[in-house]
């Protein structure tokens, strides 16, 4: 059975992409492969754009879809074996994850990471417990250190607003927030851009490295303004701390792009997954400019669902 929890789910990163391509061309084009299968997305965590885009995808496909807010409509979930359950959870992984597939032919799972216990999020253990007690393919809506799914949007935005033969140079910056966001975001896009025909940098105030496993090849900046000279892509986004797990280490540089970058860079577009607070992590300045893409992005959600569900469906993902 074929699963989509991340860029290593992929035969052929790039026929993918171009596969999302045609796909975007007539989005209805498949409205049969779908006819009589059910898609349930489950959501432990709130979403907008996974939520709605996915949907989308599988309605385009003629699926029917079910959608669950399990963190608030279920019973509550435990992820461990063996235990007895006496405590604030009332449904084992393992019924659950079965019982949803005598109802659906493909399942989509959000799982946010707990960012706590470092080593117990990077197991990834809760979408790995749901994917060894489903019994049909499970798609990550995002997971404790992934998202698939946005990624590959990310990519085929990026193919699509780049015209060139010359690899394009993609940063992705480090930016403030309020409050602790997971690293699954950045992990993934840096676990695709190695994965893609591009110059990938990244850049992030000391204390904030990647894990050395997404980082993979990219040259790492603890400078933004060097990271950034001559960026095609700026790929916005904020992260806690991976090596002191979850937290947020004091920050003294000015890290949030403002009007003067866009005015001084006018060949550099700029991305971000969205949800995005405004002026606090991404300046007004970047989000309303002609070459923020972040709408853009948003719409190919839908696109990158229907390519993968497409793939699941035809058995050749
Ligand atoms: N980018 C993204 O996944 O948005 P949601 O959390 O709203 O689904």
């Known amino acids: 059975m074929t699963h989509f929890t991340s860029v290593h789910s992929i035969k052929d990163l790039d026929a993918l ?56 409509d279920a019973w509550t979930w435990e992820f461990e074996d063996g235990g007895v359950m006496n405590k604030s959870t ?11 597939s005598q109802y659906c032919d493909v399942i989509g799972l959000r799982a946010f990471p707990g960012l706590i216990d470092r080593n ?33 949007a990310d990519l085929i935005t990026i193919k699509e607003n780049w015209p060139h033969k010359r690899a394009p140079k993609v940063v992705l910056t480090w930016a403030p927030h309020s409050k602790a966001l997971p690293q699954c975001v950045p992990n993934s896009f840096a676990e695709w851009m190695n994965a893609a025909p591009v110059e990938f940098a990244i850049a992030n105030p000391e204390g904030y490295d990647l894990a050395p496993e997404f980082v993979g090849s990219a040259k790492v900046y603890h400078n933004q303004k060097e990271a950034l000279q001559e960026a095609d892509f700026v790929y916005v986004k904020n992260w806690s701390s991976f090596e002191t ?3 947020m280490p004091c920050v003294k540089d000015d890290w949030l792009l403002k009007k003067d970058f866009v005015e001084s860079n006018p060949q550099t577009q700029f991305m971000h997954c969205l949800p995005v607070r405004r002026n606090l992590e991404m300046s ?7 070459n923020s893409l972040v709408y853009k992005q948003a719409y190919n959600r839908t696109v990158a669902m229907q390519t993968v569900l497409k793939s699941i469906l035809e058995r050749t993902l």
């Open 284 to 290: 007004d300045a970047l989000l309303d400019s002609e």
């Open 90 to 100: 009332s449904e084992h992984v393992k019924e659950a994850a079965k019982v949803l």
């Open 245 to 247: 797990y979850g937290a």
């Open 120 to 152: 117990y999020d990077y197991s990834e253990h809760v979408l790995n417990s749901f994917i060894r007690h489903a019994e049909v393919p499970v798609i990550s809506l995002e997971s404790a250190t992934r998202h698939p799914l946005q990624s590959l």
């Open 17 to 72: 992409v171009n596969q999302a391509l045609e796909i975007k061309k007539d989005l209805f084009a498949d409205e049969a492969l779908g006819k009589r299968k059910t898609l349930g997305l489950i959501f432990l965590n709130p979403s907008l754009r996974t939520r709605m885009s996915s949907q989308k995808a599988g309605m385009n496909l003629g699926m029917q879809v079910q959608v669950i807010n399990a963190g608030t």
